[in-house]
């Protein structure tokens, strides 16, 4: 059973001397290596002890020593587990985060996929934020989309957005953001797509319109699953920023399970910090960080 809150009635004001025994860290970070393909050195032992102390507080426990002792001697991490991942996970994101990436596929990828499938009437574009956290990613796909499909009038869309943590999750499917993130939004985009707070209480918020909501889906999804539940025709598909937390062997994995999933001359897009140099996967780059299915 999850100790109750009233169990901690004094909690040390210092956190000096708070900390994850080594073994208590190693079991931590070689169970999110196992699970969700992160890796946590040594030197991501402090960012870690101030994420968890928060849970060491929900939990009702007095400090991090507790909280191991909760995890590995007490069967706590069977009901812990999808907490920890949340609390651990680096959730990092931005409404036109790169926004070259978004120019790119306006002005020239949605074009040639477009060209690709002339045939058809009114084609359906499928285009997937792979690691969606909070859903700023998916959400400035759908903007730039919405425009783009508003001028043109000659196809339709639908994104998905997917992430292991549920807590931004569900952030993103409130799709409820801070006013201060969505600065990077084009002002015309801005009166377009999000909706202000009659009475705004002391932290300003906006929140996506309806119309946009309704073309975005959010889903879990563990990268390092051996197969993903989702179509195999998609024709973008956003992986950026992530794989620098993979090693080389589970980079190459996530990346041939997605692009599998990719239709011929689908495109795959990394974040500019990241590079497929290395990997057996045979793509035809584009632009930088910009690779297409052949």
Same mark, same amino acid.
């Given at each position: ?53 928060? #849970? =060491? ?6 400090s991090l020593d507790d909280y191991g002792d909760y995890l590995f001697h007490r069967d706590g991490l ?29 002005? #020239? ?11 058809? +009437? ?40 997917? $992430? ?12 409820? /953001? ?27 918020? =906006? ?5 946009? +909501? ?10 390092? $699953?051996?197969?993903?539940?989702? $179509? +195999?025709? =998609?024709? =973008? ?7 620098? /937390? ?49």
């Amino acid at each position: 059973m999850p100790p109750s809150a009233h169990q901690a009635a004094v909690r040390p004001e210092n956190t000096d001397d708070d900390h994850l025994s080594l073994r208590d860290f190693k079991r931590i970070s070689d169970l999110i290596g196992a699970e969700v393909g992160i890796k946590l050195p040594p030197t991501k032992r402090l960012m870690v002890e101030g994420r968890l102390r928060k #849970r =060491v507080r929900a939990l009702g426990l007095h400090s991090l020593d507790d909280y191991g002792d909760y995890l590995f001697h007490r069967d706590g991490l069977a009901v812990e587990r999808p907490f920890l991942i949340n609390a651990v996970t680096t959730n990092k994101t931005d409404f036109f985060r790169e926004p070259e990436h978004f120019d790119l596929l306006e002005e #020239r990828l949605v074009p040639d996929l477009l060209a690709l499938r002339r045939g058809e +009437r009114k084609p359906l574009l499928k285009i997937w934020s792979a690691a969606s956290s909070t859903g700023a990613e998916a959400y400035t796909l759908a903007m730039v989309l919405a425009d783009l499909a508003a001028e043109r009038q000659d196809f339709k869309f639908a994104i998905l957005g997917t $992430d292991i943590s549920t807590s931004v999750l569900e952030q993103g499917i409130r799709a409820v /953001y801070p006013t201060e993130l969505i600065a990077p939004v084009p002002p015309g985009k801005q009166q377009r797509y999000l909706m202000h707070a009659r009475k705004p209480g002391q932290r300003p918020e =906006v929140r996506i319109v309806p119309e946009l +909501r309704r073309l975005v889906r959010l889903a879990r999804l563990n990268l390092m $699953d051996t197969s993903y539940p989702f $179509d +195999r025709d =998609v024709d =973008v598909i956003f992986l950026r920023n992530v794989l620098i /937390y993979f090693d080389k062997v589970d980079q190459e994995k996530v990346i041939l399970r997605l692009v599998d999933h990719l239709r011929p001359g689908g495109y795959l897009i990394l974040g500019h910090s990241e590079s497929m140099i290395g990997t057996a996967v045979t793509m035809r780059q584009v632009a930088p960080a910009v690779f297409q299915k052949t």
